[in-house]
């Protein structure tokens, strides 16, 4: 069964800190993996894709990993803001549909 | 260049009525996804349609739940008599024809929260 899980669940930060956020899963065969970012009452929105032969790729402040042989991929935000407050969903494209992982809800705090 | 339009953003029905939640995708895509995220949860899978057919429906409650995208307008998620449990955000995704460089990534609607009181 194809399976996505994230972790931590929740993370609290202060503002200015780093995090990283991790994203493990079992679909096979693979086709990409996205990082999706959720605002409060808002509907998803990508952030970054990888595909099986990347390794690392960022976006402004927002790094993805991905290790295709353990199947990991991590999120890391450098110096975080408040803006960064959000819900992070970590989404795996197999041969059909996407699975979802249930996502990481971070904090940040002034 | 519009995105993915859903309406209502926010429904309030009492148990045992209709809820119809519409979702026009972006301009040029071809696919709908519906998901639904209840309240402090991950987005759940509920159906995936093409123009006028249902490809995967396996996520959707096998009563009361129907959807649909007809050739012309938007696609439908249709719910019959709700109960309190039906109460949550329903998102809508859109992407394009396979083949036409879609590399899988869904753009999101921003939702509609129905309310079932």
């Known amino acids: 069964k194809n399976q996505v899980e994230q972790s931590p669940q929740s993370l609290i930060i202060l503002e200015g800190k780093n995090c990283t956020l991790q994203c493990n899963y079992t679909v096979s065969p693979f086709s990409n993996l996205r990082w999706y970012k959720q605002d409060t009452g808002r509907g998803p929105v990508s952030l970054t894709i990888m595909t099986f032969s990347e390794n690392t790729k960022s976006n402004g402040r927002y790094t993805a990993t991905l290790d295709a042989d353990t199947k990991q991929s991590s999120l890391h935000i450098t110096a975080s803001q408040l803006s960064d407050s959000a819900s992070y969903i970590c989404?795996?494209?197999?041969?059909?549909?996407?699975?979802f992982g249930d996502g990481t809800t971070l904090t940040v705090k002034p | 260049n519009a995105g993915v339009m859903q309406n209502p953003r926010h429904l309030v029905r009492r148990r045992g009525q209709e809820a119809r939640l519409r979702c026009s995708p972006m301009k040029g895509h071809s696919h709908v996804y519906w998901y639904r995220q209840l309240p402090e949860e991950g987005l759940k899978f509920m159906v995936y349609l093409q123009k006028e057919n249902i490809i995967d429906e396996s996520g959707m409650p096998k009563e009361r739940f129907s959807a649909e995208f007809p050739k012309e307008g938007p696609s439908i998620l249709r719910i019959q008599q709700v109960v309190r449990g039906d109460s949550a955000a329903y998102f809508c995704?859109?992407?394009?024809?396979?083949?036409?460089?879609?590399?899988?990534?869904?753009?999101f609607g921003e939702g509609s929260r129905l309310t079932v009181l």
């Open positions: 989404v795996v494209k197999g041969a059909g549909k996407s699975t």
């Open positions: 995704a859109s992407s394009p024809p396979s083949g036409t460089g879609n590399t899988g990534e869904l753009f």
